[in-house]
């Protein structure tokens, strides 16, 4: 009996069997394994089979019903190495992102990873996803984002780069999060705001799936009745994939995905898949979420925080300023009726005396200092009953021509000039006109108090570069000394030089809430500098 096969012969020779390759020269030399991998998917075997079974009918049988039932099992073994391999990458995969998921409290750093997980080839693999979010507030559901190609030729181009690079899933959502997910926005922004359906419409196939709770595989959009042909129209596909995202019994939103480049079928096996991954993309989703709005509370929490602090220094200052103001308008009062009495002595002699008396200069100087003082005290009297500022919009070089005008007599009695350098065409400043004039005229003031000996005043206005206008007062006094600031911040009534201080003081207080800000600085050409940056708009004022 003459057999085609060798699986009699224990060793043989390459020729002897056609199905054995140069790198499988080991199975010339083992009848066993040669026999399992090779013989029994042999045509020659199945020759051998039918020859036996004209001469040995029941060895031929034995054989035939032992080789069917390795190959089944061996096709059943291949299929289980398959299932198990690709379970293996599965968990390998869950595992990855459910780190990253777990960890991770960005919202758009979630949606990432998540979105990569569902589109790249190393996760899912399907072609493109679609995230819905949940309104309370509006009680919809509405697209956010999107990630895939559009085209086939973006498709290409991206899997060119997946393969060129060999990025791990991890690696492909952190470049996604990093370059492209404003981008993805951006691409699908046209569609997401299409895919808005009202949540009170129960009829929606995604209202139906979010209370259902489960994936569902739509099949046959476009001629299925249970599904809006507004948004088969939108998807453009006749398969897709609707994954609700629940987390603890709470609706999220949904994801969409599909296979629209490809048009590879959805299968059974990919819902429950993706099943597994939804649970946690919805937990680290909602989680990001509340972690943002939480932050989102913090920051205003904090912004309050700083405003009641603002607020409390601002009361601080008002209650200084209301005490300065009693003290003011006491002694104020106080001088006042002397000073009166003194004014009315001295234009009583002033009639009396004949212009060519020596005595009458007197008279006149007396009378002179008394209206300056009678002046200045109803100025006083004036910012002490009126603590909070009249806003409005004025022009800055007007003011300081006027305030430096009222000036003049007094610079030149003391041997002071004054110099202006005004800007041109500036904007109008949004202040109290009276209290500005007021502390501009009390600086200019002690700058020529400040002068006995005569010096030099000057004047400028400029814009600035942050929504300001900047008014500079420079002097050539010597008087101004580095503890300044202490009595800007505590001021005290022992010396001179800190009574000066306190009416600078005064000015700081009232610009605070017309500027700004207010700085008083040596000077480094020499003597003291006072700079005052003054708003532009309503809002950025004062303290509210």
Not at 291 to 319: W, Y
Not at 393 to 408: G, K, P, T, Y
């Amino acid at each position: 009996m003459e057999l085609e096969c060798c699986w009699k012969t224990e060793i043989i020779e390459s020729a002897q069997c056609p199905n054995i390759m140069d790198d499988e020269r080991e199975l010339r030399f083992s009848l066993k394994r040669r026999l399992l991998e090779k013989c029994l998917e042999c045509p020659r075997f199945g020759n051998d089979l039918e020859i036996l079974a004209r001469t040995e009918p029941s060895l031929s049988m034995v054989l035939r019903n032992l080789a069917a039932e390795y190959l089944d099992q061996k096709e059943q073994i291949h299929y289980m190495a398959g299932f198990l391999n690709s379970r293996n990458r599965e968990l390998q995969f869950l595992h990855e992102i459910g780190i990253v998921l777990q960890t991770s409290m960005e919202l758009d750093e979630v949606l990432s990873v998540a979105m990569t997980a569902i589109t790249a080839g190393k996760g899912f693999g399907l072609n493109r996803a679609f995230l819905l979010l949940i309104d309370d507030e509006k009680r919809t559901l509405n697209g956010y984002l999107g990630v895939g190609p559009k085209t086939y030729q973006e498709a290409w181009q991206t899997w060119e780069e997946i393969g060129r690079d060999d990025f791990s899933l991890r690696e492909m959502a952190k470049i996604f999060h990093d370059t492209k997910l404003s981008f993805e926005k951006a691409k699908f922004q046209d569609l997401l705001e299409q895919l808005t359906v009202p949540l009170d419409d129960q009829s929606h196939i995604l209202n139906r799936a979010l209370l259902n709770g489960k994936p569902m595989l739509v099949e046959n959009a476009f001629n299925n009745p249970g599904v809006d042909p507004v948004l088969a129209r939108i998807l453009g596909v006749d398969t897709f994939l609707i994954l609700p995202l629940i987390s603890r019994k709470r609706r999220i939103g949904m994801i969409i995905a599909d296979n629209f480049i490809t048009g590879k079928q959805i299968t059974g096996d990919d819902m429950e898949s993706m099943e597994i991954f939804v649970f946690p993309a919805a937990l680290a989703i909602e989680r990001a979420s509340l972690h943002e709005r939480l932050q989102e509370e913090v920051e205003k929490l904090s912004k309050a925080n700083s405003k009641l602090k603002e607020q409390q220094e601002l009361i601080v200052k008002m209650e200084k300023m209301a005490l300065v103001g009693k003290i003011t308008s006491s002694i104020a009062h106080s001088i006042r009726n002397p000073l009166m009495i003194i004014g009315g002595f001295a234009r009583s002699l002033q009639r009396k005396l004949d212009e060519n008396d020596p005595k009458r200069e007197y008279a006149e100087s007396i009378l002179y200092e008394a209206r300056k003082l009678e002046d200045a005290l109803t100025e006083v009297l004036g910012y002490a009953d009126s603590l909070h500022p009249a806003m409005d919009v004025w022009d800055i070089n007007e003011l300081v021509e006027n305030a430096s005008r009222e000036m003049r007599d007094e610079m030149a009695k003391q041997g002071v000039v004054c110099s202006l350098d005004l800007g041109i065409n500036l904007p109008m400043v949004f202040i109290d006109y009276k209290q500005v004039a007021f502390c501009m005229r009390k600086i200019i003031g002690n700058a020529i108090e400040a002068m006995p000996e005569g010096g030099m005043i000057g004047i400028s206005t400029r814009a600035d570069d942050h929504d300001c206008l900047v008014l500079e007062i420079r002097d050539t006094s010597t008087t101004i000394t580095a503890s300044l600031q202490d009595y800007l911040s505590a001021p005290s009534f022992t010396t001179r030089e800190q009574i000066s201080a306190l009416s600078v003081s005064l000015c700081k207080m009232i610009l605070e809430k017309n500027c700004l800000s207010f700085h008083v600085e040596r000077s480094t050409e020499g003597g003291t500098r006072y700079t005052i940056r003054l708003p532009l708009k309503k809002e950025e004022t004062f303290h509210e």
